[in-house]
C-alpha cells in the first residue's frame, strides 16, 4: 500500500469511528425518484420492483479487464461472463456445458458455464483445450464465439494492458517474444536483466527516470496539493509542496521555497537518480518497479541484440491458437498450477471493446491496435457483456442494470438492479430503513449486535435482516523473524526454534479471550499459517489436527477439555520457561536470568494498532507482556500511528516481531511467503531446504489431493519453526431484507468463493 493510500485509510478509520450510524431518511425520496426514472427509461415502462444494493464508492471502471475497486469488479462480474466459474469450495469447473454437480456442506449442487477445459499435461509444456458453447450471446444479441476470447486473451497480453489480471505474466508460449516482439526474447535470461539495472546503462538510466520516476512523483505531487490539509496538524506541513517534499525529498533540509511544481519534482527526482527502489520503499510498496523495470531492461536487451542481427519481429503469440469458431488452444511451458487461474478471464465483446474491421485471425489481427488500447480503455466506463445484467448508466452514485433477455441462464426472475453508493455506517441501518435492500458490512461484533439488535428475535436472521457470514479470503497473524530471534547465528537451529516456540505458545494462549472480545461472532481463532477457505486447509477432523504450539518442550500435550482459561494460561507460561530452558536460557527460581549467546531477554514486537491498541491482536500481546514479564522475559509492544513504520521494518529485515494479515488466493501457492529465494516477501526469513522442495513440488503438480498433503507438510515446518502464529479468521457478511427480498429464492451456500450474486438470476422480490 503506498504513503497516499496508507494515509487517506488511517484517515478515514479516525472519521469512522467518530460517525454514528444513523437512518438515512434524506435518501427515501431520491429512490423512489430513481426508482421511477428506471421504470420509465426500460420497456413499456414497467413497474417492476428493483434490488437496491448498497456498496461503495465506485471508480468508473466497470469493464472487467480494468476494474479496480471491489464495487466496480462486481458490475463487471454481473454484467459479464466468465470462461469458467468455481464450485462453492474454489474448484474449478472444467465441465462447464454439460455441467458438474460437486457437494458442499452436504448438498450437491450443479454448476455449468461457458465452456469445458481439458487440461494435457506432459512433460515440457501443458495444453489447454477450450471448447465453447455453441448458444451464448452477448446482450445486444450478438454471438459469443473463439474470435471474442482470443480479442480477450489479446488485450491482456498487450504491452499496453495496465488493468490488474496478469495473464501476461504466465508461461504461455511465446508470450515474452511477443510482448517484446522478437524472437530473442526468450534467450534473456533472469540474470541478463539483473545486470542490465545493476550496471544502468544510460538508455535504461533515462527510461526509468522519465517512465517511472517522474510520473509517479508527479502524480504524488497532484495528490499532495489536494490532501495535505487533511495532514496539516498531523505532519505540521503548510503547503501542498511541503507535504510532498516531507513524504518523497530524500535530502536533509530540502526546501520548497520559491519553486514552482517542475523544479520540484525534478530536484527530488534527481535526489533519488535511479533507484526507482528507493523511491518505491517511499511510496509504500518495495516491489512496485520492479515489472516495470525488468521490462525496460529486457526491451534495452532487445534492442542490443537486433543490432547484433539477432531475432526477427514476432506477429502472435505462438501459444495461442483459435481451433474453430468455438475451440481455442492455449499451450504453455512446463506446467504451473496457477496457471488456470489466469486464463479466467471474463470473455468480452470483440465487436463493442475492439474494432471488427481490425480483426482478422488468419493475418494477426486482434481486433484493435497492437499496443494502442485507448479505444478500448474508453469504454471501460459503459460495459458490455454476456452476463445476467446489462449496464444502461451510472448516474447520481448509482448504477441502474437491467436484466438480460438473452443470458444464457434463463433471463434473471428481478428485471432492476440499482448499485448504490452507501457508506459502510449506513449499511445495516439502509437495509432497515429500506433505502437499500441488500449490502456488505464489515463483520464485527458491534456489527453483528447491531443486527440483532434490529431483529425482533435478537438473532442475526430475524424478521428485519438476514445475515449470510463467509470467511474472508485471508487471516491475521503473528510473525517472527527467524534473523533478529535467535539464538547464535542459526535461525534454523533447535535452540532458536525452542526460543521462538516460547513465545509462540504464550501468544497462543490468549488468542479465543482476545479474538472473541474483538470480533464475537465475526471471526475465530485458526491453528494453522493459511486461510480457512482454502481446500488446502486442514480440517478439525483430520487425524492429525492439533491447536498451534499446545504442547510442551518435550511434546506433551499442554491443555485439557476440563481446564479453565487461567489454568491454560498458567499452563503456558511453564511451557514457555521450559522452551528457554531448552533454548540456553538460564532459569532460577521460575525466572530466566540470563540469555545465551545471540539472543536477548528483550523483545519487540510491532502493532499497527493506531496508537490506541485498536487490532485484533493487541489484548493478545498485552496479555502474553504480562505473562513472559513473570518468568523475567520482556516484550516490548510498539504500537505504531503509521504503519509504514512497520512495513519498512519488514522489508529491511529488521522486525523481530510484527503482527499484521494475509490476503490469500484461490490457490493456495506458498512460494511468494515462505519460500528462501522469495527474499522481498519472506519476512521472517526462513530458510528450509525441505520447505523449499515441498513448495515447488505442489506447484508443479494438478492432483488435488497430492498437493493438499504436500501443503500439510510445508505447515508442520512453518510451525516448528516457529516463525508464525495462525491467529483469526474473520468474517465478511452479506446482509438482506427478507421482507423485501425473497429468502426462499436467494443464492443458497454462500461461501468465500461463491458470491451472492453467482445465482442472481434466480433470485426474486417479495
Known sequence: MSKKKLMALLLSGVMAASTVSVPVFAEDADAAEDTADAAEETEGGSSDTPLVVGQTNFSEKFC???????????????????????????????????????????????????????????????????????????????????????????????????????????????MKNYRLNSTAADSITDEDVANVLADMPDEVAEKVKSDLIVPLLTSEYDWAQTAWEDYADAYGVASGDEFFAMLYATEDGYSVDGK?????????????????????????????????????????????????????????????????????????????????????????????????????????????????????????????????????????????????????????????????????????????????????????????????SINSNGELDGDKIMVNATDNLGYGYIGINADTVKVGDDGSSDASKDLRKAIATVFAVYRDVAIDSYYGDAASVINYPISNTSWAAPQKSDADYKAAY??????????????????????????????????????????????????????????????????????????????????????????????NIMWDALNAGTAEMWAAAWQATIDPDMYQTYHSESVKSNYYHINDATLDQDIIDARSSADQEYRKSVYKQCLDIILDWAVEIPVY??????????????????????????????????????
Request: charged share 25%; net charge negative.
Open 64 to 174: 472487467g479487464m480494468f476494474a479496480e475497486a471491489v464495487p466496480d469488479q462486481q458490475i463487471s462480474d454481473i454484467v459479464g461472463a466468465y470462461l469458467f466459474d468455481n464450485d462453492r469450495a474454489g474448484a474449478v469447473i472444467y465441465n462447464g456445458i454439460e455441467g458438474e454437480t460437486t457437494e458442499y456442506n452436504g448438498t450437491e449442487y450443479t454448476y455449468t458455464g461457458l465452456s469445458d477445459i481439458t487440461v494435457t499435461q506432459g512433460e515440457d509444456e501443458t495444453v489447454y483445450d477450450i471448447k465453447l458453447r455453441d448458444d451464448v450471446k452477448f446482450s445486444d444479441g450478438e454471438p459469443l464465439t473463439a474470435d471474442d476470447l482470443i480479442f480477450t486473451l489479446y488485450v491482456y497480453s498487450d504491452t499496453d494492458y495496465d488493468g490488474n489480471a496478469t495473464l501476461y505474466s504466465t508461461n504461455i508460449k511465446g
Open 260 to 452: 514552482d511544481q517542475d523544479t520540484i519534482i525534478n530536484e527530488i527526482a534527481d535526489q533519488y537518480g535511479t533507484d526507482y527502489v528507493a523511491l518505491a520503499t517511499a511510496y509504500g510498496d518495495e516491489e512496485y518497479f520492479n515489472e516495470d523495470a525488468t521490462t525496460i531492461a529486457q526491451e534495452y536487451l532487445v534492442e542490443q541484440k537486433t543490432a547484433a542481427g539477432e531475432g526477427e519481429e514476432v506477429a502472435n503469440i505462438e501459444g495461442i491458437k483459435k481451433l474453430g469458431d468455438y475451440e481455442v488452444e492455449i499451450t504453455t511451458d512446463g506446467f504451473s498450477a496457477t496457471t488456470i487461474y489466469n486464463l479466467g478471464v471474463i470473455v468480452e465483446p470483440m465487436h463493442y471493446y475492439g474494432d471488427a474491421s481490425l480483426y482478422d485471425y488468419d493475418n494477426n489481427q486482434f481486433g484493435f491496435t497492437r499496443g494502442d488500447l485507448s479505444a478500448v480503455r474508453d469504454k471501460a466506463n459503459q460495459p458490455l457483456g454476456a452476463g445476467p445484467y446489462k449496464f444502461v448508466k451510472y448516474e447520481n452514485k448509482t448504477v441502474y442494470l437491467e436484466a438480460n433477455e438473452n443470458y444464457y441462464k434463463g433471463a434473471p426472475k428481478i428485471k432492476y438492479l440499482q448499485w448504490r453508493e452507501t457508506s459502510d455506517a449506513d449499511k445495516i441501518a439502509g437495509v432497515e430503513q429500506g433505502t437499500i435492500d441488500l449490502s456488505d458490512p464489515s463483520g464485527s461484533k458491534s456489527a453483528f449486535d447491531q443486527i440483532k
Open 550 to 643: 499446545s504442547v510442551d518442550v518435550d511434546g506433551n500435550p499442554l491443555y485439557t477439555d476440563d481446564m479453565s482459561d487461567d489454568e491454560k494460561f498458567a499452563a503456558a507460561t511453564q511451557a514457555a520457561l521450559g522452551y528457554l530452558e531448552a533454548a540456553g536460557y538460564t532459569v532460577e527460581d521460575g525466572k530466566v536470568t540470563a540469555a545465551p549467546e545471540g539472543a536477548k531477554m528483550s523483545y519487540e514486537i510491532i502493532i499497527g494498532a493506531d496508537g490506541s491498541g485498536d487490532h485484533p491482536s493487541f489484548a493478545i500481546l498485552t496479555d502474553a507482556k504480562a505473562a513472559l514479564e513473570s518468568i523475567g522475559f520482556t516484550l516490548e509492544i510498539n504500537d505504531v500511528t503509521d504503519s
Open 729 to 766: 479468521q474473520r468474517q465478511n457478511c452479506i446482509i438482506y431484507s427478507p421482507e423485501r427480498v425473497n429468502a426462499d429464492t436467494f443464492t443458497k451456500d454462500v461461501s468465500t468463493f461463491y458470491y451472492w450474486y453467482k445465482d442472481i438470476e434466480n433470485i426474486e422480490m417479495n
